[in-house]
């Protein structure tokens, strides 16, 4: 079996010009094909560069002098039907590769960070929003999403079963352990936020517990950047420990080639003890409980 190869985009965004963004991307895309890539993952909220309404909105989102920058933000929300997506569809189709294209997208209410995985024949198969929104910031003004979905991804090296999660949600174990109790091989994780040994260490430790690959495709920048992919298969059969790095980027732009070998991956899942097969979700009711204690009471907290 060929390797399942995932190109992290690791772009600098031009703020919120949508236009230029997309020429950026076209120019990504069209490299990672070049290079063989069955799969492009993009940064987060790309269309829009992340890019706040106002520099406030990063402390006080809520600020009552600003409702009309708020107004202009949500307004730059697109859906499926949007020429800006409907331009990657047609893109992944030409290409002949998947590509995870994120967002921020139309939704009643408020929009929410989304990533919209379509496959080589332009066929969308995943759409995830994002579940842990930093409402601590600028997210305050997202609808959060409700669950972790996973679909079985056609690939020149065959069906792989793709998740993802965004940024903050990799924060919370939560995130990939569903993901892998819902199936996922491979979780795709689109990210915006500087990034350190620590946050790299996390990722290795979600791939590492739940006997998943981990890709992770980041802004560049300097202290941002590192995009990085992560395999579980942290021992080898004898017990030797094992290196999970796949791949790390520099804070640089450019387009970095993460390879999983699926059919290790897949024998590594079938001998080995973590996963699902000695968990005792009996003993886990406090995991879904929504009651929150001190220190951990914040005001603008949602559930």
């Known amino acids: 079996m060929s390797p399942l190869r995932i190109a992290l985009l690791q772009l600098m965004p031009l703020g919120s010009d949508e236009k230029a963004n997309l020429k950026r ?7 990672a094909k070049d290079r063989g890539a069955d799969i492009a993952l993009f940064p987060e909220m790309w269309n829009i560069g992340y890019s706040p309404p106002f520099p406030e909105a990063w402390t006080d ?3 009552p002098d600003r409702e009309q920058e708020r107004a202009a933000w949500k307004s730059r929300a697109v859906d499926e039907s949007d020429p800006y997506v409907q331009h990657f569809v047609q893109r992944a189709r030409d290409l002949e590769m998947a590509i995870a294209i994120t967002y921020l997208e139309r939704w009643p209410g408020a929009p929410r960070n989304t990533v919209l995985l379509i496959d080589r024949t332009g066929r969308p198969v995943l759409k995830y929003a994002k579940v ?7 997210e305050a003004l997202c609808t959060p999403g409700t669950d972790f979905p996973v679909c079985v991804l056609e690939t020149a090296c065959g069906p792989v079963r793709v998740g993802a999660m965004i940024c903050y949600d990799r924060e919370f174990p939560e995130s990939a352990r569903i993901l892998m ?5 491979i979780i795709l994780v689109p ?3 500087e990034m350190n040994e620590i946050r790299l260490r996390q990722l ?14 980041n802004y560049a920048g300097v202290g941002w950047g590192r995009s990085a992919a992560y395999h579980p298969c942290v021992f080898d059969e004898q017990g030797r420990t094992v290196d999970p790095l796949v791949i790390e980027a520099d804070e640089s732009e450019g387009v970095w080639i993460a390879e999983f070998d699926l059919a290790h991956l897949r024998r590594y899942r079938e001998r080995e003890a973590w ?20 220190p951990f009471l914040r005001p603008d907290a949602r559930r």
Request: aromatic residues 10%; hydrophobic residues 40%.
């Open 181 to 185: 109790l819902n199936g996922a091989e």
């Open 204 to 217: 290795s430790v979600r791939a590492f517990e739940n006997m998943v690959g981990v890709a992770m495709a």
């Open 191 to 193: 990210n915006a936020c």
């Open 132 to 138: 842990h929104t930093c409402d601590f910031s600028l």
């Open 25 to 31: 991307a076209d120019w990504a895309c069209q490299t």
């Open 61 to 63: 989102p809520w600020r």
């Open 275 to 294: 996963g699902n097969a000695y968990r005792k979700p009996r003993a886990y009711g406090a995991l879904i409980d929504e009651k929150v204690e001190p």
